[in-house]
C-alpha cells in the first residue's frame, strides 16, 4: 500500500493493527511510526484519523470494548431461540471469530494503566451479568449461573489467547464445554 491510498484506510484498519502489535508486544510497542509500516503508510496519515497517541489508546480501549464485548452481547440478547441455544451461539462464535483474542493483552495493559483497567473492569462486568442472565434463563439459580457465567468468560478469553485455533477437534471440544456448562 503506497501513501496514495493512506486515504483509503479507516480509522478501524488502524486500531486493528493497533490491537496487534498490543497482542503481540505490548502497549509500550504501539507507536505511530511501527503502525504506519504495518499498514504501509506514512506516519503522516495516522493524523487524519487521530492527534496523538493517547487519542490513539483511548480510540484502542473503545474498539475494544465495543467489538470484542458490546457487539458481541447485544447479538446474543437479541438471539430469539431457546435459551441454551443463546448460550452456544455465543461461544461458538466468540472462538470462531476469535473475538477474545486479544483479551489477555488488554488484561496486561490494565495492570498499569488506570484508563485501561477501567475499560477491562466495565467489559467483565458486563460479560459477567449476560452470561448470568443467559445461565438463569436456562434455569440455573442466580449462584449456579454467576458461576457458569464465569467458568464460560474465562474459559473462552483463555483458550483464544492461549490455545491454537487450528485444532481440527476444537469445535468438538467446545461443544463438549458447553454441554458441561448447561448440563444439571
Not at 506516519?43 to 474498539?63: C, I, M, Q, T, V
Not at 441454551?84 to 490494565?110: F, N, P, Q
Not at 485444532?167 to 464445554?177: A, G, I
Amino acid at each position: 500500500m503506497t501513501d496514495n491510498s493512506s486515504s483509503r484506510l479507516t480509522k478501524a484498519d488502524w486500531l486493528q493493527a493497533a490491537l496487534k502489535i498490543l497482542a503481540d508486544a505490548g502497549i509500550e510497542s504501539v507507536k505511530i511510526v511501527p503502525l504506519a509500516k504495518q499498514l504501509g503508510v506514512t506516519s503522516g496519515s495516522f493524523y487524519w484519523h487521530f492527534h496523538n497517541r493517547p487519542e490513539l489508546y483511548k480510540a484502542l480501549l473503545d474498539y475494544w470494548e465495543r467489538e470484542m464485548t458490546v457487539n458481541p452481547l447485544e447479538a446474543a440478547k437479541s438471539f430469539e431461540g431457546p435459551p441454551e441455544e443463546r448460550i452456544w451461539h455465543l461461544m461458538e462464535h466468540v472462538m470462531d471469530t476469535g473475538l477474545a483474542k486479544y483479551d489477555i493483552a488488554v488484561w496486561h495493559w490494565a495492570q498499569f494503566d488506570s484508563a485501561a483497567h477501567e475499560v477491562f473492569a466495565r467489559a467483565m462486568k458486563k460479560r459477567f451479568s449476560l452470561g448470568t442472565w443467559m445461565f438463569e434463563q436456562v434455569g440455573f439459580d442466580r449462584v449456579q449461573a454467576e458461576v457458569r457465567a464465569r467458568m464460560m468468560v474465562i474459559y473462552m478469553m483463555g483458550e483464544s489467547t492461549l490455545l491454537s485455533r487450528l485444532s481440527d477437534r476444537r469445535k468438538e471440544l467446545l461443544k463438549l464445554k458447553y454441554e458441561i456448562l448447561i448440563a444439571s
